[in-house]
């Protein structure tokens, strides 16, 4: 059985950082692509990230440059490390596959950027 488990997230000021990790049980991991989304207040869960099992990292165009995903494949978790946080970047946050199946989201991580 497949789960996925979101933790790191917290308050933040404008300006600051944060580092989610999602780990993994089962192994589905190693043999797919991940990808973190967010769905922020009154929104649809969006993709924003992605990683392959070994390649190049795709972002969306808005956190392009001040977010990084990447992957422990050893450890089973992926992480998402998040600089410059801005307050529209307030959502809560989910990993699963790409694409990614219902079964396997988690409860999430908040996010909450705001001084």
């Known amino acids: 059985q497949v789960q996925l488990v979101e933790s790191g997230g917290g308050l933040v000021q404008p300006g600051g950082s944060l580092r989610l990790s999602c780990a993994a049980s089962?192994?589905?991991?190693?043999?797919?692509?991940m990808g973190w989304y967010r769905q922020a207040p009154g929104k649809q869960r969006e993709l924003f990230a992605s990683?392959?099992?070994?390649?190049?990292?795709t972002y969306a165009d808005s956190v392009k440059g001040r977010f990084t995903i990447s992957r422990d494949n050893a450890k089973n978790t992926v992480y998402l490390q998040m600089n410059s946080l801005k307050p529209e970047n307030t959502a809560v946050y989910y990993c699963?596959?790409?694409?990614?199946?219902?079964?396997?989201w988690g409860r999430g991580t908040q996010v909450t950027v705001s001084s």
């Open positions: 990683i392959p099992i070994r390649g190049s990292t």
């Open positions: 089962g192994t589905i991991f190693s043999i797919s692509p």
């Open positions: 699963n596959i790409l694409p990614p199946l219902a079964r396997f």
